[in-house]
């Protein structure tokens, strides 16, 4: 037994009325036919419509889990001893300080940054003013990050008021988990 099909089509003439009849009877809707009659056109459209909203199928879950690692070396710089740093950076992550020194694996960067926050630095507190997380592959994600320093004395009798750090953090996905693999930080002068 046939089913009955209306015809809603808008065709006009009777032969584009057929037409639609035909591609409706046997299962091939308007797109199709044209995907079939346009191939090129129609990869191109296809193609363009995946890659517009593309994000290398990170959800907002990654996202946040990416602000999670900022968040965790923040809370060790402001603490100084960073006691959780094994669970939030890979063993060869690289610290860039606001001078150019280059630090290579954690151990070395821990050798430098702990005396620093616990001394020096010890009671200087970061706060995040902005951040925006982009994905460059469904395992890399960049974070910039605008901090706020609380004020400091560096070396004796320079005073460090209202500083505020633009801080790029390289965070990666091993294992399912993001972590931190290089960080640099810059202070940013006003103008």
């Known amino acids: 037994m046939k089913n009955k099909v209306t015809l809603t089509t808008g065709a006009t003439s009777a032969m584009y009325k057929a037409t639609a009849l035909v591609y409706i009877k046997n299962g ?17 459209i296809f193609l363009a419509i995946i890659l517009s909203n593309t994000s290398f199928g990170q959800s907002s879950k990654d996202e946040q889990l990416v602000k ?12 100084g001893a960073f ?9 060869n992550w690289e610290h860039i300080n606001p001078i150019g020194g280059i630090t290579k694996g954690r151990d070395e960067v821990m050798k430098e940054l702990r005396p620093l926050c616990q001394t020096i630095l010890k009671g200087v507190t970061l706060t995040v003013e902005s951040m925006t997380v ?8 960049i974070a ?12 004796a009798g320079v005073k460090h008021q209202n500083e ?18 290089l960080d640099q930080n810059t202070i940013i002068v006003a103008h």
């Open 68 to 79: 999670n690692v900022v968040l965790a070396y923040q809370d060790d710089y402001n603490d």
């Open 83 to 91: 006691k959780n740093v094994e669970s939030y950076t890979t063993k």
């Open 144 to 155: 910039n990050v605008v901090h706020k320093c609380s004020d400091y004395e560096f070396p």
């Open 28 to 44: 091939v809707t308007g797109l199709e036919h044209f995907c079939k009659t346009n191939r090129r056109v129609c990869l191109l």
């Open 164 to 181: 505020r750090h633009m801080k790029t953090y390289i965070i990666v996905k091993k294992q399912n988990k993001w972590l931190l693999i």
């Open 134 to 141: 982009r994905f460059l592959s469904p395992t890399v994600a």
